[in-house]
């Protein structure tokens, strides 16, 4: 990813660079059928500065995609603030890129294609996309697959094509929903390590949902833990560990274990009530 420079606000109460995400006690209530008005997060305060890898745990069904789902303009907040780059969401903010556990490929198209539709969206000339696209792909490690069509690709490659597809429109925040839940440890720790690589000097933000604190720690600035649903911030873990990181080279470190411990200090309560109230999935 080439380094991407964070917009500063042009609010005037703002500070010259806002940061990338704040949200300000910010809830989010849905209409439903039956349980009537339901509270899905509450009060949740949290920033992010601009080029921060912040990773999000909480148990199951806390609230951790609604508050991405805020973020990302997808969900208006019933009250309190959500701003990016320093202003207030309404609709899909501009830079902003997103990965979710299932992938967003179009299976009838091949990897060039679907690499370069993010920039082809945005009106940028076939030739020029796809060169670009091409650049991408050799980024993620897939040159020589360029014909290939999704379902012609192992899960790991999918993966590939998914964050080529992301970063190539250079987001200068990107939201990350268990990006790689589906995927097999071995294949899971090979694309931490490519994220790793390609945010590197973005400069872009990060905010990386997951239910995997192994994969929390390694790749955080910062993990946000959340309390049990109405999920609101419980606790937040700063992750002193010297970047560049290999997961595989840093994860059985004393360091690590030692934050491994912290942070499911803290989570371990919140799964617990999650439990008692019946969840059958647990964090
Ligand atoms: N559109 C909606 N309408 C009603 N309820 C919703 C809606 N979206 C989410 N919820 C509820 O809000 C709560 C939080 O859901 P959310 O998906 O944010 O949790 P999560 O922490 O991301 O879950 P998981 O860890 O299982 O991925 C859940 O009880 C969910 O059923």
């Known amino acids: 990813m080439t380094p991407v420079t964070p917009k500063p606000s042009t609010g005037t109460a703002a500070p010259a660079v ?5 949200l300000r006690q910010a809830t989010k209530r849905f209409a439903t059928r039956d349980r009537g008005a339901f509270t899905a997060i509450t009060d949740v305060d949290l920033e992010v500065g601009a080029g921060e890898f912040v990773t999000v745990v909480g148990p199951t069904g806390c609230g951790k995609s609604t508050t991405l789902s805020l973020v990302s303009g997808l969900e208006p907040a019933s009250s309190g603030e959500v701003l990016v780059h320093g202003k207030p969401v309404s609709g899909i903010p501009d830079g902003v890129g997103y990965m979710f556990q299932t992938d967003a490929t179009l299976p009838w198209k091949n990897v060039l294609d679907n690499v370069a539709l993010g920039l082809r969206y945005r009106g940028v000339a076939k030739a020029d996309a796809e060169r670009r696209a091409q650049d991408w792909i050799g980024r993620v490690g897939l040159t020589g697959f360029e014909d290939r069509y999704p379902h012609q690709l192992s899960g790991g490659m999918r993966k590939r094509v998914a964050m080529a597809q992301t970063l190539i429109t250079e987001p200068s925040l990107l939201l990350l929903d268990e990006p790689f839940g589906a ?26 949902v997951t239910h995997d604190l192994t994969e929390a720690i390694a790749l955080a600035d910062r993990v946000v833990v959340m309390t049990a649903g109405p999920a609101t911030v419980k606790d937040e873990v700063a992750i002193d560990l010297p970047r560049p990181r290999k997961v595989e080279d840093i994860r059985l470190t004393p360091e690590f274990i030692e934050l491994y ?17 019946g969840a059958s999935h647990v964090a």
């Not at 995927?183 to 990386?208: H, K």
């Not at 803290?266 to 009530?273: G, P």
């Open 183 to 208: 995927l097999d440890v071995q294949t899971r720790e090979l694309m931490q390590d490519e994220l790793l690589r390609l945010w590197s000097g973005s400069g872009a933000a990060v905010v990386f």
């Open 261 to 277: 411990r912290r942070v499911w200090d803290s989570l371990r309560e919140e799964v617990e009530i999650t439990r008692a109230r």
């Open 18 to 22: 806002a940061p990338a995400i704040a």
